[in-house]
């Protein structure tokens, strides 16, 4: 677990020299009062290892043929969201209680795969840190990117916990036993036959096969991908009850975890001349997150986006958009440098979409406490390292390595000792108390800098293919292979079986920000006539 000594505090300030992260020898350096996210490296600590950088010109010689099935995808369900919509009036405001409903609303979008794109990602995704090495620094999807994209919610109760009042232990037998009908007569429960057999009952049990369906295909599917998982029955039963689930961090574990596979199969099939086996490899996470990331962070990869319509969540800019086939992704993440945006989310170029109300104009300092806002909760869960618990997977968690994608500076990042043996310690991590006396928000338009060590620590990254899993051991290479066959045990369920969770039920006021300018646009044209690249008042 992470220490919570007053040295692991979430943040930092203390004047240092700040200059740009693009290495420009012309740029004075300027000394400044500056934000980090904790652990940093002390200026008499040694400085840490470089995370691995493998030559992507070795990696890219062959071209991979892998299956995305998690998630969205333009392989719509038949009849899936005629199912939604007409759920949506009956239990709206059951699945904003449990907030769920962005991410209901969402799973009706048709997403376009770019494959390309999320494997000239995972080329550059480093296994030790869960982050993408890039020229400039490290870059990750986090779990902003699993609030404000997907719709998923960082507060609530851990994914494995388990029901206990009677009313949904019985809930559960029964749909347990209409389970075991259905397998009895179709042999396999897909998804079709399960839709098939609950559409239209008009009662609660309904409303649960409903969210299992979702949970199963959309959110957290399992190796059986086409299957419905009679392990997320406890979920969809909590979710039917307006009970808040933190599904963002289980997620995010699900996307780093074959993030990790991919890398390990790609330097697998460049070691091995391209030679794959028949059967290609299935990842299951909702990848298509890396790929909006991508579109949303990288404005010269940005295809034209949709226009939102009123109340719609953000994904609904990439509903039915294309990829740009002139554009070779590799050769446009390395050279993005002036292009990258670090918080596409911050920045008011989106119509019809309501920024956050910790996007602030001007910097703030929020006094913590139990009486935190809501908003202000979720901001401390963004930018504090822990540790995702996922249906079967553990994942490490490292904001402060780029703390310029929440507004904070960057400094060289420290470790953060995470030792959790169970999924009960990991969420005891993610879910322990805020500790520092203070939070500091940053202005949405504020434009951060990298210390001048942190500048000539990261020059010296050096290619190193031979290295690319330097710090991973053969076994565990080898325990990392097998999870991409793993399904959920009973007796790794069983460890969180005394997990307790408070949720937060606070509201918060939301500003609503409106914009005039037109969404039809990339985000660096509008960006270009907002003028909003200048570096306030710093320079």
Known sequence: MVDLSEDALMMEEREEFMVSPIDDEQVIPIFRVAHFLKPTIRSAQKLPFLPSRPNVQELRSCSLKVKFKGGVSVS??????????????????????AGIFEAIIASTFKIYLHNDLIIALAERWCVETNTFILPW????????????????????????????????????KTIREAYKVIRARKKNVTHPVWMEHFTGKGDHLEHVAFLTLWLSRYVLPSRSYFKVQGALFPVAIHLSQGIPVALAPA???????????????????????????????????????????????????????????????????????????????????????????????????????DINKFYKEREAYVVAGPKVGREILIFARLIRASELVGMDCVENYLPHRVSMQ?????????????????????????????TDDKLYIPSRLFESDVTRRYLNWWKNQKFAPEDALKHVTKGQQSKALERMNASVHCEYLQKCN??????????????????SDDDNLPISESLCRRKLYPRFGKR
């Open 137 to 172: 620094g490290e870059v990750t999807v986090t779990l902003e990117d699993m609030a404000v994209l997907g719709g998923y919610s960082v507060l609530g109760h851990c994914i494995l916990n388990p029901i206990k009042t009677k009313k949904s232990v019985e809930m559960e």
């Open 498 to 515: 005394e997990i307790k969770t408070d949720g937060c039920t606070q509201d918060y006021e939301l500003i609503v920000v409106e914009s």
């Open 76 to 97: 719509q369900l038949k009849e899936w969201s005629t199912w939604v919509h007409k759920l949506k009036p009956l239990y709206q405001e059951i699945w904003k209680k």
């Open 406 to 434: 929440f507004g904070f500076d960057q400094d060289v990042p420290g470790c953060a000792n995470h030792t959790s043996d169970t999924p009960k310690i990991a969420w005891c991590n993610y879910d322990r108390p805020i």
């Open 251 to 353: 997620v995010l574990a699900s996307i780093y975890r074959d993030l990790r596979l991919l890398k390990q199969f790609i330097i697998s099939s460049a070691s091995s001349r391209c030679n794959q086996d028949e059967s290609d490899p299935l990842f299951r996470a909702p990848l298509q997150f890396v790929q909006l990331w991508a579109w949303e962070i990288f404005s010269n990869l940005q295809p034209k986006p949709s226009i939102i319509c009123s109340g719609e969540p953000r994904l609904a800019r990439w509903h039915n958009v294309k990829k740009i086939n002139c554009v070779d992704p590799r050769s446009a993440i390395d050279s993005a440098t002036d292009l990258f945006l670090w918080r596409p989310y911050a920045i008011d170029t989106v119509k019809n979409w």
